[in-house]
Structures are given as structure tokens and as C-alpha cells.
């Protein structure tokens, strides 16, 4: 039963072979293939498009891609003193 793996831990393609959770292990050109022939469309050119994952403030604001303005309009905490 699957169950008993899903909760949350991260294992090696080897563990996942073993606990049968994948079919067989491979590199992204395997699972191309894979996928042409599962299609119907070996021989054929496909194209892969890679999303990339949007970069979030803290990694803008450490290679410095991001302007004071837009730093600025950044919602922010504020600590209000009370006298």
C-alpha cells in the first residue's frame, strides 16, 4: 500500500525502485523518449518546453535584480511603539 510512503519523505531513485513507486530509473532524455513512444511519435521531433520558476524577492534582491522602486512597493511588517 502506497500510504505508508506518503508522507512527505523524499527518497533516492534507487529506494523508489525498490518500494516500486516508479518503474524504472532514467535521466530527462529517458523520460523524452519514454513519453514519444507512450504518444505514438518515436522518430518524430518534438519540442520540450522547460518552465523556469519565477525567482522570489529574496533571491531578486541577492543578485540585485530588482530597483529601489520596486523594493519600496513591497509589502512590509511595521512595529508601532506605544507611548
Do not use: W
Amino acid at each position: 500500500d502506497l500510504k505508508q510512503y506518503a508522507d512527505g519523505r523524499i527518497f533516492t531513485g534507487r529506494q523508489a525502485k525498490k518500494l516500486k513507486l516508479v518503474d524504472r530509473l532514467g535521466n530527462i532524455q529517458d523520460a523524452i523518449k519514454e513519453a514519444k513512444k507512450l504518444a505514438g511519435l518515436e522518430g518524430k521531433t518534438v519540442m520540450v518546453i522547460r518552465l523556469r520558476k519565477e525567482e522570489g524577492l529574496l533571491q531578486k534582491m541577492l543578485d540585485s535584480k530588482i530597483s529601489t522602486g520596486e523594493l519600496i512597493s513591497f509589502p512590509r511588517f511595521y512595529y508601532l511603539m506605544s507611548f
